[in-house]
């Protein structure tokens, strides 16, 4: 509570491995401080976060933290903000001193110093402008008007008639253009000696919006859009569960009110899975204390214990059907496969893994059905590897983690034919089975499949047997004869075929398929096949030359490249095989500025190096077993 206002804060981690918890905060608040190092000034992580507060249109005012550190120098901070953010960004305040000698700041709004005293800063002292700032408080005045003149006609009125505007209208005309995202006022001051803090606090007030000023809109299932009213208490509850914690009492539910009130002992509904909740305890969060209320109203923010639900639901009373618009989630950018260290560990893994998916939508897991694997996909090596910790910590449960296996295909080049008899005799009636036709690739549009065709004519081979014979090839490609990995992108054409009066059945014309497949495939040219991999990579001009360099060394094609507003976008095809370790390699590259995403495009052909080490491990593999 400041100043007889409720104010809800979410302070967000840094690092861009948990950039998931920056989307949650800017979804469901309607207003934003942009925190700047005085020293290091805008910073790999700032543009990031300056791209979500975009995505989300959420009004913000830059604070310039640290200014008691060696080096400060908050005005060269607003200088990045306006050249690297592209911000209209002005200094709403001065420091009285920087580094040891920080005593106060200078209001440049309202023309006085503020200094701050006693135990930890909190004792509040306006005094005049020291003589000696005076000259650069005027002059750094005029550029806050001149800048906030860029951004609002009233006051472009008044500069251009050479008017001074009162203490009120500069005051009115920061909010206006605030809310409309287009001048940014940069307060300066240091947290960790609540300097500068109380003016913050005071801008949070008059200048970001009320929940009352921000229209939120919710969806009907037909998906047409409803704009929701934060102004009456009598409307339908809606909210929003956008965070999940474990606590000492069970799962610990973040909700964002929207509509309505709800209150202690109310019955809400999922509108995921229409599943009623009885809310039997609500609790106002501040750090790691709560405080139990009775109701919650729209606009605030409150946590629920008891709630069984997954970050991103929707909460309605029972007269709605209405959900709200999800948050932006990133693309994991790198994955490692997984296993619990013990055997008799495997419950306490899936606890872990399904609670883990719940609470964080950027970790991902699936199970490779190919490689029997269990991949887990994340936001960064560190991202993955505070959940490894946390299956040890509070699960008891050790893992071992990896570079995934790679999805290799195996695929021909040239068309062969085939005349297979397979033959079986051990006493009584044996099996035989004759098949002739063709093994053909396919044309690349058809890559992935495996399709068979059959242009018998008559009943040289009775059409009962013809499932069977299929049923064989298919069994055939799912290990290929050079790799081990399954075969894709070839027909197979069945021509003719002879049977037996007493030995033929299907299981006999099922073996026939196999062996002619895999018999064909050795002589028709077999190749490796490789996952080529779309990746699309957003960073600063400056580093582009280095990123296109380093994506060379990866066997990568460049396929397109745009600068638009300090930024390239460079999109090319890489190697599946050639793209480990490169989420690490990108941030050191880029000083933490450039971002990537990637997904599947096609397979193609191995280069012959590669293909040869693959064949040579699986026939060492396969001379192990025997």
Known sequence: LWDNHNINIIDTPGHVDFTVEVERALRVLDGAVLVLCSVGGVQS???TVNRQMSRYDVPCIAFVNKCDRAGANPLRVVQQLREKLRHNASAAQLPIGLEDDLRGVVDLIEQRAIYFEGDNG???RYDAIPDDMTELAAEKREEFIAHLADADEEIADMYLMEETPTVEQIKAAVRRTVLTRSFTPVFIGSALKNTGVQPLLDAVVDYLPSPDEIENKAYTPEEEAVVLDTCDPSK?????????EQSQYGQLTYLRTYQGVLKRGDTIINQRDGRKVKVPRLVRMHANEMVDVDQVGAGEICAMFGLECASGDTFTDRTLKLHLEHMFVPEPVISLSIKPKNNKDADAFGKAINRFTKQDPT???HYDDESRETIISGMGELHLQIYQELMHRDFNCPTVVGKPKVAFRETITTPQEFDFIHKKQSG???????VMGALEPLPEEDGAACIFVDETVGQSIPKSFIPAIEKGFLEACEKGVLTGHAIQGVKFVLKDGVTHQVDSSELAFKMAGMGATL??????NPIVLEPIMTVEINVPDEFQGDVIGTLNRRKGTIVDNENKEGYATIIAHVPLNDMFGYASDLRAQTQGKGEFTMEYHKHQAALPQLQAELVKTFEEQRNKKK
């Open 45 to 47: 992580q700032t543009l």
């Open 122 to 124: 909190l004792d509040i």
């Open 236 to 244: 339908a509850f809606v909210g929003l569960a956008f965070k999940l």
């Open 363 to 365: 970790f991902r897991v």
């Open 428 to 434: 009584g009636s044996g099996q035989y089975g004759r």
């Open 519 to 524: 018999a064909a495939f050795h002589k028709a």
